[in-house]
């Protein structure tokens, strides 16, 4: 497995292990706050770009790589699927992934393990970011709602149910609907 592309050390997302050395059990924390990447989250809900993140992580060195582990915390902004008002959730996920040596990222890929679930160190550098997409975007609600409750729209008119509790509308059952004309024509023909 090569990588023609390698890591900018300058992103906030990638992370420097040379630190670790190779030694199992050497351990550094990772405190910072970065801007929120492009499409962390789904079509209804997600965590505005350049918003910020921010990450508590652990980095470990044992026997097949480096293991990173932590929480991840911001804020995801969407919609309501009733009532389309805005939708704030607070985002707090764990996260949990090993970064492998490139030999023993060879071994898991020889052993038959997809490419895509083995990330590996780029030198001593690792990329924090599709760890982090992996774990922030299946933890958004998938149906958000502003609350529990929310009665959402008038299937006739669009107008919002909690602003008019009361709200309805006369609805005539369609196979009556010709007998209504039938009143106005009772009504000429009394007057004539």
């Not at 900018?8 to 990447?37: K, N, W």
């Not at 209804?44 to 652990?58: A, K, N, Q």
């Not at 409750?149 to 005539?172: F, T, W, Y």
Request: proline share 8%; charged share 35%; hydrophobic share 35%.
């Amino acid at each position: 497995m090569e990588r023609a592309i390698h890591l900018d050390p300058r992103s906030p997302f990638v992370l420097d292990t040379h630190e670790l050395g190779r030694r199992p059990g050497s351990m550094r924390r990772v405190q910072r706050t970065v801007p929120a990447p492009e499409d962390l989250g789904t079509d209804v809900i997600g965590v505005p770009v350049g918003t910020d993140l921010e990450l508590d992580l652990r980095l470990e060195a044992v026997m097949e790589g480096v293991l990173v582990s932590g929480n991840v915390r911001g804020r995801a902004v969407g919609e309501c699927v009733r009532c389309l008002d805005e939708v704030v959730d607070d985002v707090d996920v764990s996260v949990t992934e090993l970064y492998a040596y490139p030999e023993r990222a060879r071994v898991a890929l020889e052993d038959g393990d997809d490419e895509e679930d083995v990330r590996e160190l780029d030198g001593e550098l690792i990329d924090v970011e599709p760890a982090l997409r992996d774990a922030v975007v299946p933890a958004l609600p998938f149906r958000p709602l502003c609350r529990p409750d929310c009665p959402g729209l008038c299937s006739e008119c669009g107008a919002r149910l909690a602003d008019d509790p009361d709200h309805s509308h006369e609805i005539l059952d369609p196979r009556w609907a010709a007998l209504s004309s039938l009143e106005g024509m009772s009504d000429d023909t009394k007057e004539s």
